[in-house]
C-alpha cells in the first residue's frame, strides 16, 4: 500500500498564487497517485456541465455559460478520489482487524480504494466479512423494527442527490422519527436558522449574475482559494470591472490574495495575476459582529451628518422604512457601542474599519459572501444577523447586486434541506407528506447533530444508520464519541471508501457500499440521472458514466429502498420498488409534494445552470412573522461566547488545500506553505514569544471549556505565521478531540469550530 510520506515536515511562505501553475501540478500529480484510467480525463471534460455530473466537491452553481473545463484543481482531486483504480476488497479485511486499522491515518484508510461487497462486521475475528445485500437487508430490518423510532438515528452527509434524500427522509418518518441530522448542522445551519428569521428564507438570495451588477462584495472567513476554487473565476471577473473586494479573515488565504486563471493561456504563459481583494482585515476569530458593529457605527454617524446638512442620506431610509422592522433598536445599539470595544473585540484599529465602511457607503451594490468563519461560533447565528444588519442598512437585498451569498459546503448539502433531511417539523410540509402517503407523520422535533451525540453518548441512541459522511470523525468531542460508539445495538454505514468511522462497530454492524455520482447507474428502466441544488439555489441534473467500481455496489436510491421495505408495513402508495427502477417517479413524487419548487421537474431536469427554485426575499417579500425584514441587534460583541482570560485562545479548526473534509488527500496544504504535515500550530510570532515556546517545539493543546474534562491533542508543530494574537490555528477533523459538545451555536447548535477555547500544554 502506498503510503504518503509524512516525514521532513516543511512550512515556508507560498509565494505563487491561488489557480496558476501550482493548481495544474497539483491536478497533474494526483492523477496518477490514484492510478485513474483515462477515463478519468474523459470525466474531467463532463464535469459541472449541462448532461455531465455535478461535481462531488463544492456547492458553487454550475454557469449555462461554461468554460472549456469546469472544473477547480480541488473538483479534479474529488474526481479522481471517486473513479480511483484503488480497490478495498473483503480480502483486504480479511488480513485487517478493525483493531489494527484504528491505528492506520484517515488518509491511508480512504487512500486504499473503493469499498467493492457489503461487509458485516465479525467480534470473533473482529474483521469485516463479505456478506450478501438479502443478508444485510434483512438483519438491518429484524434489529430497527422492535426499537423505540425515537431512539434510532438516520444522519446524511451533503452530497446525497435530492432523489435518495427525498427517499430518505420519507422512509424516516414513515418509521416514526425526524432523528434526520446531517452535515448542515456542523456548517450552515447558523444560515438557516439566521436569515430565515431575519428576512425569512434559509438561504442565500444572489445567483451568478449578481457577480455581474454587484460594485463592492464584502467577504467573510471563507477560504475561497481551497474550498470553492471555480469561485475565483466570478471574483475575477469582478476585479477586472473595478468591484471593490473587502475581506475579513484572520489569516491571509490566498486564494482571497490574488489569483492567475488556470484556463487562461495568457495569464499563465504571462504569470500574470489578479489581485484579489481591495482591502483585507485580519479580524480575530469570533471578531466579526465587533468589525460590522464599527462600519454600521460610522455609517449611522455619517448619516447623521448628512441629514442635518441637507444632503442624501448614507442609509436607504426609504428601504428601511417600507421594508423592515426593528430599525429603531438595532441604531440604538450602533450608538451605544463603544469604540474601544470594538477595537479590541475586532482587533482591528478604527481607521482600518473607517477604509471598510467608506467602500460600502459609497457602494450601490453590495454582496456579503460568507462561510464557516461566520457560522461555527457560539453567537454564529448572531454573526449571520449582523450580515444582513449591515445589508439592510443600504437596502442590500433585493435588488440586482446584492444580498447575502452563504458559500454551501458539500455538492447538495442545501437540496437536502429543501427535500426533508431536517429535524424541524416547520421545514416539512408534512400534511402534505401525510396526504400523500396515508400515514400519521412524527412531528415532535427530531435530534440534530449536536443532540444526537449527546444521545450516542448517554446510551439513549440505539441505532445509528449513516448515508455518507465520516460522523464520528467529523463531530465534536471525538475520543468520548468513539468510546461510546460500541454500545450502539446497530452502526450502518452506506459509504464509497473505509474511513475511521467504520472502525468503531456496534453490537451488529454493516458497512454497505455504493455508487458515487459519477458512476453510471443502470436501473430497471436504463440509465439513471439525478440531482443537487447548488449554492445559489439551482438545481442541476447529474449524469454518471463512468463504470462503477464493482458489480456489487447499489446506488443510494437502492440501499434506502432495501431498508425501507424492511421497516415500512407495505403501502401502495410509497412504491420504493418503482422509485428505485426509474428516478423520473421519485421526482414526480418530490414534485407532488413540492409542487411550486419543483414544477416540471422531469422537464426541466437538464436546463443549462440548473433551474432557480425561486427566493421570495430576492423579490423583497419578507415571509417573517412582521412580513418585514428583521434588524436584529447582537446580545454582545463577541461571537466566542466565552471571555478572554490569561493563557487561554481561540483555536480556529481549518481545512487545508488538500483535503475534502474528513478526506484527507495528501499532506500539503501549499497556500499556507505547509509541506508534508498535518500536525501544525498557527501561531503569531509575538504570543510564541510571550509563552515561552520557541519555532518547532512540539507542544499539546488542552480544552479550555472550563468543565473539569481532560480534551487533549499532542504532538503539534509551533509554527510562527500571520494570525492575530490570542488565535491558533489547526486542522480539522484532527483537533475535534478538543471540542467539548456543548461547545455550539446557540440557536443553531452549530459546534463553533471557528474558537475552541484551549490552553498550551508543553
Ligand atoms: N477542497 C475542498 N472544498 C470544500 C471542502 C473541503 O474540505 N475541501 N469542504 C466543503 C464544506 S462541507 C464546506 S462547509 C466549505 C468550507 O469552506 P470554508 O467556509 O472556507 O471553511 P474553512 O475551511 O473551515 O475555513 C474557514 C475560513 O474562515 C476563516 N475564519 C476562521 N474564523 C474566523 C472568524 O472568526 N471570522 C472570519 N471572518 N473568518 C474566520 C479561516 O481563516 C478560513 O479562511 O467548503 C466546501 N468545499
Ligand atoms: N473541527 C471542525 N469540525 C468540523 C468542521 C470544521 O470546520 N471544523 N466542519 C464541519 C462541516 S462544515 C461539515 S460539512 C462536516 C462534514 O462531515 P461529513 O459530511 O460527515 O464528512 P465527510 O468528510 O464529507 O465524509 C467523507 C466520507 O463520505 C463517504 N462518501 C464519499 N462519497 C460518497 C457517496 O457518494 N456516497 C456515500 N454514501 N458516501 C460517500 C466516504 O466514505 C468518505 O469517507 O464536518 C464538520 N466538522
Ligand atoms: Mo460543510
Redesign the pocket.
Known amino acids: 500500500m502506498a503510503k504518503q510520506k509524512s516525514d521532513d515536515p516543511e512550512v515556508k511562505p507560498f509565494k505563487g498564487p491561488a489557480g496558476g501553475w501550482g493548481s495544474l501540478r497539483s491536478v497533474a500529480e494526483i492523477l496518477p497517485r490514484e492510478r485513474v484510467s483515462p477515463e478519468v480525463i474523459r470525466e474531467l471534460a463532463r464535469q459541472n456541465k449541462p448532461e455531465g455530473f455535478a461535481c462531488v466537491?463544492?456547492?458553487w452553481p454550475k454557469p449555462a455559460d461554461h468554460h472549456p473545463a469546469e472544473f477547480c484543481?480541488?473538483?479534479a482531486?474529488?474526481t479522481a478520489w471517486e473513479l480511483t483504480s484503488r480497490r478495498t476488497t473483503p480480502a483486504f479485511f480479511e488480513e485487517h482487524t478493525l483493531s489494527e486499522l484504528r491505528s492506520w491515518r484517515d488518509y491511508d484508510l480512504e487512500q486504499h480504494g473503493r469499498l467493492t461487497h457489503p461487509l458485516r462486521y465479525d467480534s470473533a475475528t473482529d474483521k469485516y466479512v463479505a456478506c450478501s445485500w438479502q443478508d444485510a437487508f434483512a438483519e438491518i430490518g429484524d434489529r430497527l423494527r422492535p426499537l423505540d423510532p425515537k431512539s434510532v438515528v438516520f444522519y446524511s452527509s451533503?452530497r446525497m442527490s435530492l432523489e435518495a434524500s427525498y427517499m430518505y427522509g420519507l422512509m424516516a418518518r414513515m418509521y416514526g422519527n425526524q432523528n434526520l441530522p446531517d452535515?448542515s448542522n456542523?456548517?450552515?445551519e447558523s444560515t438557516s436558522v439566521g436569515l430565515k428569521a431575519a428576512i425569512g428564507v434559509p438561504v442565500g438570495t444572489t445567483q451568478l449574475a449578481d457577480f455581474e451588477q454587484c460594485d463592492a462584495i464584502f467577504f467573510?472567513?471563507?477560504?475561497?482559494g481551497?474550498?470553492?476554487?471555480r469561485m475565483l473565476h466570478d471574483l475575477r471577473s469582478c476585479r477586472k470591472r473595478g468591484v471593490e473586494i473587502i475581506?475579513?479573515?484572520?489569516?491571509k488565504?490566498r486564494g482571497?490574495e490574488r489569483f492567475t486563471d488556470p484556463q487562461n493561456p495568457f495569464e499563465m504563459a504571462t504569470l500574470r495575476e489578479t489581485a484579489i481583494s481591495t482591502q483585507y482585515h485580519q479580524?480575530?476569530?469570533?471578531?466579526?459582529i465587533a468589525?460590522m458593529m464599527g462600519i454600521a457605527k460610522f455609517l449611522v454617524e455619517w448619516n447623521d451628518t448628512a441629514v442635518a446638512n441637507g444632503e442624501n442620506p448614507v442609509l436607504d431610509l426609504d428601504f428601511i422604512k417600507a421594508h423592515t422592522s426593528g430599525f429603531g433598536e438595532f441604531v440604538g445599539v450602533v450608538r451605544a457601542a463603544e469604540w474601544v470595544d470594538i477595537e479590541r473585540e475586532s482587533g482591528l484599529a478604527k481607521a482600518e474599519i473607517e477604509q471598510a465602511a467608506r467602500v460600502y457607503a459609497t457602494s450601490k451594490a453590495v454582496m456579503a459572501i460568507?462561510?464557516?468563519?461566520?457560522?461555527?461560533?457560539v453567537k454564529g447565528v448572531e454573526?449571520v444577523r449582523m450580515v444582513v444588519n449591515l445589508l439592510l442598512l443600504r437596502g442590500n437585498i433585493g435588488r440586482p447586486g446584492t444580498g447575502p451569498t452563504p458559500?454551501?459546503?458539500?455538492s447538495n448539502?442545501q437540496g437536502q434541506r429543501t427535500v426533508g433531511i431536517t429535524e424541524k417539523t416547520e421545514l416539512v410540509p408534512v400534511d402534505k407528506l401525510e396526504e400523500q402517503y396515508g400515514f400519521t407523520a412524527p412531528r415532535e422535533k427530531g435530534l440534530d447533530t449536536v443532540e444526537a451525540c449527546r444521545g450516542v453518548i448517554d446510551g439513549s441512541v440505539k441505532a445509528f444508520v449513516a448515508v455518507g459522511g465520516n460522523f464520528l470523525r467529523a463531530v465534536p468531542e471525538t475520543a468520548a464519541m468513539e468510546e461510546a460508539w460500541p454500545r450502539l445495538d446497530l452502526s450502518v454505514q452506506v459509504a464509497t471508501k473505509l474511513n475511521r468511522n467504520h472502525l468503531f462497530p456496534g453490537k451488529v454492524t454493516y458497512l454497505l457500499p455504493c455508487l458515487g455520482r459519477i458512476e453510471q447507474d443502470v436501473q430497471a428502466s436504463g440509465p439513471q440521472a439525478v440531482s443537487v441544488e447548488d449554492s445559489t439555489s439551482c438545481i442541476h441534473g447529474s449524469r454518471g458514466k463512468a463504470k462503477p467500481a464493482s458489480e456489487f455496489l447499489l446506488s443510494e436510491p437502492a440501499i434506502v429502498a432495501g431498508i425501507a421495505k424492511q421497516i415500512l408495513p407495505p403501502n401502495p402508495k410509497a412504491d420504493w420498488d418503482a422509485w428505485v427502477a426509474d428516478y423520473a417517479l421519485i421526482r414526480d413524487a418530490i414534485e407532488e409534494t413540492y409542487p411550486l419548487i419543483f414544477k416540471d421537474y422531469n422537464q426541466r431536469l437538464f436546463t443549462p445552470g440548473g433551474f432557480w427554485k425561486g427566493n421570495k426575499a430576492a423579490e423583497r417579500i419578507w415571509q417573517t412573522p412582521s412580513r418585514k425584514a428583521e434588524f436584529l441587534a447582537p446580545s454582545g460583541l463577541s461571537?466566542?461566547g466565552f471571555a478572554d482570560e490569561q493563557g487561554r485562545y481561540?483555536l480556529?479548526?481549518?481545512?487545508?488545500?488538500?483535503?475534502?473534509?474528513t478526506?484527507i488527500?495528501g499532506y500539503h496544504d501549499r497556500f499556507r506553505g505547509v509541506k508534508g504535515t498535518r500536525d501544525i500550530l498557527f501561531m503569531h510570532a509575538a504570543d510564541i514569544a510571550a509563552a515561552g515556546l520557541r519555532e518547532g517545539q512540539i507542544v499539546a493543546l488542552e480544552s479550555d471549556a472550563g468543565d473539569g474534562k481532560l480534551r487533549r491533542r499532542d504532538g503539534l508543530i509551533v509554527t510562527p505565521y500571520a494570525i492575530p494574537r490570542g488565535?491558533l490555528?489547526a486542522y480539522?477533523p484532527e483537533c475535534n478531540v478538543l471540542m467539548p459538545v456543548e461547545h455550539h451555536a446557540e440557536e443553531s447548535h452549530v459546534p463553533a469550530?471557528?474558537?475552541v477555547p484551549v490552553r498550551i500544554a508543553a
Do not use: I, W
Not at 467573510?220 to 475561497?224: A, Q, S
Not at 475581506?247 to 489569516?251: D, E, K, V
Not at 479580524?283 to 466579526?288: C, E, L
Open positions: 466537491s463544492c456547492a484543481e480541488e473538483g482531486k474529488a451533503g452535515s456542523m456548517c450552515h467573510f472567513g471563507h477560504n475561497v481551497s474550498n470553492a476554487p475581506t475579513f479573515n484572520p489569516l488565504e482571497l479580524v480575530k476569530a469570533g471578531g466579526d468589525a460568507y462561510g464557516m468563519g461566520l457560522t461555527q461560533h454573526n458559500v454551501r459546503g458539500h448539502v461571537a466566542t481561540r480556529m479548526t481549518l481545512r487545508s488545500n488538500d483535503q475534502f473534509n478526506t488527500y488565535c490555528g480539522y469550530a471557528k474558537s
